[in-house]
């Protein structure tokens, strides 16, 4: 069973950096991709970004030039570096893998506060 544990998340002030980190374990063998979605109070899941082993990445608009993804493929980790942060960004981050066999995994969740 394949569990994803996230952590790294906090309040910050606007302005400020977090740097949130994913473990995948349970696999085998390396994910073809993980990323970070986050859920803020009211709003639908959206994508935040993701990487694939090739290193495709995709940003959503909203955190591009902002935000970089990084991955360790081999420990099955990710890390989302998160700078200049703005209260619009406070949301649940959550952590989710794709394997080879285009099974969804996901994790519960680390909680990201921007105060302004």
């Given at each position: 069973q394949v569990q994803l544990v996230e952590s790294g998340g906090g309040l910050v002030q606007a302005g400020g950096s977090l740097r949130l980190s994913c473990a995948a374990s349970?696999?085998?063998s390396s994910m073809y991709s993980m990323g970070w979605y986050r859920?803020?109070?009211g709003n639908e899941r959206e994508l935040v970004a993701t990487?694939?082993?090739g290193d495709i990445t995709t940003y959503a608009d909203s955190?591009?030039?902002r935000f970089t993804i990084s991955r360790d493929s081999a420990q099955n980790m990710v890390y989302l570096q998160m700078?200049?942060?703005k209260?619009?960004?406070t949301a649940v981050y959550l952590c989710q893998a794709l394997d080879f066999r285009l099974m969804n995994y996901w994790g519960k969740g680390t909680l990201v506060t921007v105060s302004s």
């Open positions: 349970g696999s085998r859920r803020a109070p990487m694939t082993t955190v591009k030039g700078n200049s942060l209260p619009e960004d």
